[in-house]
């Protein structure tokens, strides 16, 4: 037995170590030998759900990674995800090993395991907040996505209710995040694993209704494939290659509820994907495609010229195949085609130097986030008024978290008092000392984006003090603060009234 498990593991880690390998060969493999090390005595004796060893689930995100091209610090920096909450070995210690970089990776992935479930809507909106807070590494957000994949794929070990809650969290947030980001690859496969879980009779019934036409159109598609290689050659087409892909379940089933249920009507079910050197062959395989192949009216897409909102880039043309089937033709370049399965990740792996100098993608992703924010926040708004005014731009919030893994909204260079009066007055008033990750604070110093932060409370205190008011920057906090002030002194001349 424990043989066998040792051999499923290594050979996990070989994968990874040769995927690495073959994207990045000048990739340092004797930093990744010690962190699989690292994680693999950290985690020992640990069992997932599954009954695997956990560390296996560390090793599956980190090769979902690597398959995504992903440089070396975030491959390690996934094999380490779940070291710091799960096991003795501490941050610090991934800090001396691993450098500063990896760590506050996995920092930030340890942040987001922090916040707790306490009801579905206060749930999804601190999660909401909290990959907004993420944004300043990006990285840590493709590390949840490779954690989330992988959870999903074992999610039939865990207790129904905690299957249901995950695979929900995953179709109202994550899948929305990762289409945003242009991930669409990982946007299907987040919602193809967990749709079986939100909506099983739907899921069921959506396979049943393409089954059929499934198995005819697999057919169809290998034909027309061989076909299509020959056309390309014949015209002088050179390194090119082809294969077939299916639509996703979840997409498919949106899709079915358009359509009037029929998948008939579907044409792109299964598609043939041609992937070329260069833009010019990427029109010149069109053109010898329309040659052979009569296309459908109006069914030709440039979204070369005319990208997607998410930045997708394709011809897309529907044609009637030799024996009159129809079928979908997708044509792009390689470049095309990792962008368009990744998005920004496919960007951001093409940056070797690290995470600075990511180019004006960067910049895209922030205002991707401006956006995503604006958009909860008007619907927010609908739900409760003028009360979403409150929070005015992006770029002036900060998001801070409780230990417990409540987010909290503070203005820019907001103090630990004013996190504090924003918890509970009682906790403001009693506020005697900060943590703000692990790390003893004075009560002045100013919040970061995604801290996390302990008050430590003085119950015999009974009032703030007033050196306070020289450094808080929330109003609610002054009016507090100065409410509480007011009274003591009130009280302080009554008293002195009574004993004359
Ligand atoms: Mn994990």
Redesign the pocket.
């Known amino acids: 037995m424990s043989s066998a498990i040792s051999q499923s593991k290594n050979q996990l880690y070989q994968e990874l170590r040769a995927t690495v390998k073959k994207h990045h060969p000048d990739a340092d493999l004797e930093l990744l030998d010690l962190a699989y090390d690292f994680a693999d005595k950290a985690h020992e004796g640990q069992l997932r759900a599954s009954g695997e060893p956990y560390i296996t689930?560390?090793l599956h995100?980190a090769i979902i990674l690597a398959k995504m091209k992903l440089n070396l610090p975030i491959i390690i920096a996934a094999l380490l995800?779940?070291v710091p909450e799960d096991t003795s070995k501490t941050l610090n210690e991934i800090k001396k090993d691993f450098g500063s970089d990896i760590a506050s990776m996995v920092w930030g992935i340890t942040k987001l395991g922090t916040i707790k479930y306490r009801g579905m809507e206060r749930y999804t909106e601190n999660l909401r907040k909290m990959f907004i807070a993420m944004a300043s590494d990006i990285r840590v957000v493709f590390i949840k996505f490779a954690?989330r994949l992988h959870?999903l794929s074992t999610l039939e070990y865990l207790p129904p209710k905690k299957r249901y809650r995950i695979a929900l969290e995953t179709l109202e947030i994550y899948a929305p995040i990762a289409n945003r980001l242009g991930m669409g690859e990982i946007k299907g496969q987040l919602e193809d694993l967990a749709f079986k879980y939100v909506y099983p009779k739907e899921y069921e019934w959506t396979i049943s209704q393409i089954r059929a036409s499934y198995d005819k159109k697999t057919a169809v598609l290998e034909h027309a494939a061989k076909q299509a290689e020959k056309f390309l050659h014949e015209a002088g087409i050179k390194d090119f290659f082809i294969h077939s892909r299916r639509k996703h379940i979840y997409s498919l089933y949106k899709k079915l509820l358009e359509k009037d249920s029929d998948a008939g009507k579907i044409y792109d079910l299964i598609a043939i994907r041609v992937i070329v050197k260069d833009l010019a062959d990427c029109y010149a395989a069109l053109g010898i495609v329309h040659k052979y192949w009569k296309p459908l009216k109006g069914r030709i897409k440039d979204y070369i010229a005319q990208p997607k909102p998410n930045g997708y880039r394709s011809l897309h043309t529907t044609v009637f195949e030799d024996d009159g089937d129809i079928i979908e033709v997708q044509i792009r370049t390689q470049e095309m085609h990792d962008s368009n399965e990744y998005g920004i990740a496919a960007h951001w792996r093409y940056d070797e130097a690290g995470k600075k100098a990511v180019f004006g993608k960067e910049i895209s992703w922030m205002q991707e986030l401006a956006k995503i924010q604006k958009e909860f926040e008007n619907k927010k708004q609908f739900l409760e008024g003028l009360d979403s005014l409150k929070i005015d731009v992006f770029q002036n919030h900060i998001f801070v978290f409780t230990p417990k893994g409540d987010v909290i909204d503070l203005p820019e260079d907001a103090t630990p008092v004013d996190f504090a009066y924003a918890i509970h007055s009682d906790i403001g008033d009693q506020c005697a000392g900060a943590v703000i990750n692990e790390q003893i604070a004075s009560l002045d110093t100013p919040l970061k984006n995604g801290d996390v932060v302990h008050i430590i409370i003085n119950k015999d205190r009974k009032s703030p003090s007033a050196d306070w008011l020289k450094f808080i920057k929330t109003r609610s906090a002054r009016q507090k603060i100065k409410a509480k002030l007011n009274a003591k002194s009130t009280g302080l001349i009554n008293r002195l009234l009574h004993k004359t």
């Open positions: 689930h560390p995100a995800h779940d954690d959870n």
